[in-house]
């Protein structure tokens, strides 16, 4: 049985592409993953991984002019993706309930389905959630990506789905932005991983691979490899820093990883 996660955010802006890539890529190298493009009205997958071009993709499914191995690609990286290519006849004639029946039949594709949904509460991310079991949420430290990632939240606990934690992105670390404690006491929510603002994302973006790959030594890196490895579990830890130990410690035994 495959676990569900689905990664989610308040507003767009936040990062939430990069990070549900850049993730899915580590902890590909353990388990085997796939990375689905749940964000049917503003896809972005495909682009970031450098097939703007696809004949085949999740709306291809969802219309039935495709099975799911045909629309299932591997990138050069070796993450395996389900990209979405939509136009805005395909959303107007979208069933969201086919939406999630097939989301559903990919149990078994993959170890760890993380599902990259769309930004905000639409239609198609309530659906990603629904299928999920597990939400991690992605935001910056500015008050309005995090007061719309309240409202995320509050949709995702109502349906029963189990918060993973807060992923706070694009950091600087300058006195403008809310501070981690603020974050956490706003969401109610523990913050897993802080991923600084790093050129090297970019860099990585135009060449169309994820930053892990490209510049797996860099700061942001780092990071989403600690976060990649809390989520597979405590004995992918290569080191936890006495710093964080605590918050680590205290996450992977509210996920019974401990």
Known sequence: MSRYICVVSGKGGTGKTTSAINLAHLMSKHKR????DANLSTPN??????????????????????????????????????????????????KYEKLKDV?????????????????????????AIEVCDEVLVVTTPELSAVLDAQKTIQVAQELGKTILGVIVNKVRGDKYELKISEVEKLLDLPVIGVIPRDKNVRKA?????????????????????????????????????KKSRTLYY?????????
Request: aromatic share 4%; glycine share 6%.
């Open 33 to 36: 993953i796939l990375l689905v």
């Open 45 to 94: 997958i495909h682009i970031h991984l450098g097939a703007p071009i696809l004949r085949k993709t999740l709306m291809s499914v969802l219309k039935d002019e495709a099975s799911l191995r045909e629309a299932i690609y591997t990138h050069e990286s070796g993450l395996r993706i389900l990209p979405t290519i939509s136009t805005t006849y395909d959303l107007r004639k979208l």
């Open 103 to 127: 989301l559903t039949e990919l149990r078994g594709a993959a170890d760890i389905v993380i599902l990259d949904s769309g930004a905000g509460l639409t239609r198609e991310t309530i659906s």
């Open 205 to 241: 973006l135009k060449l169309k691979h994820p930053v892990t790959h490209l510049h797996p030594r860099t700061k942001a890196s780092k990071e989403y490899e600690r976060i990649a490895a809390l989520l597979l579990g405590e004995k992918y830890f290569k080191s936890i820093n």
């Open 250 to 258: 205290y996450v992977l035994k509210g996920l019974g990883l401990r």
